[in-house]
């Protein structure tokens, strides 16, 4: 039952991957990466990592992605444009894309990966990061915080300036 889930989490990594970058909706595209980064989050939890799949949901999908979505259909005040993919290197990339592929698949299929006899039981992991941020790295993550706010702080001085015209 793992394994099925994992395929299937795996199938909404990949596949709108490829709608990503051959839509030429860029509506259309920001909507797939939607799902990818939802598959990109059950991997996660799947292999044990729910704080960073939780995290994926929460600032990536809840946060980023929503902002793509909404700077696009605001800047665009309804004429969507199709996107070009004229590429001028799309040749070199698409072989270079195919020689990073081939030698990915070579060595994950030639190489001896470990395998555990008995699995254990997995280990929350937000409980201990959680220790962490409050414990050890507590001055470090206070740090942040406050840098995070000064920049969101001038990032809007500066668009308030830029709309009055200053």
């Given amino acids: 039952m793992t394994d099925l889930i994992f395929n299937v989490f795996i199938l909404l990594t990949i596949i709108?991957?490829?709608?990503v970058a051959l839509s030429s909706n860029i509506v259309h595209a920001a909507f797939s990466?939607?799902?990818t980064l939802f598959g990109i989050a059950g991997l996660y939890v799947l292999l044990g990592a729910d704080f960073i799949g939780v995290i994926q949901v929460i600032v990536y999908?809840?946060?980023?992605?929503?902002?793509i979505i909404f700077g696009v259909m605001m800047t665009q005040r309804g004429k969507l444009l199709p996107l070009s993919i004229q590429l001028p290197g799309k040749l070199f990339g698409a072989v270079l894309t195919g020689v990073i592929l081939a030698a990915l698949l070579l060595s994950?299929?030639?190489t001896l990966?470990?395998?555990?006899?008995v699995l254990g039981e997995p280990q929350l992991?937000?409980?201990?990061?959680?220790?962490?941020?409050?414990?050890?790295y507590l001055i470090p993550f206070e740090i942040a915080s406050v840098l995070l706010l000064a920049a969101l702080i001038g990032a809007v001085l500066i668009a308030r300036r830029s709309v009055r015209g200053e």
Wanted: charge should be positive.
């Fill in 113 to 117: 990966w470990p395998v555990a006899a």
């Fill in 33 to 35: 990466l939607l799902i």
């Fill in 108 to 110: 994950a299929t030639r």
């Fill in 16 to 19: 709108p991957c490829f709608w």
């Fill in 125 to 136: 992991t937000s409980a201990a990061i959680g220790d962490l941020l409050l414990g050890k």
């Fill in 61 to 67: 999908i809840g946060g980023i992605l929503v902002l």
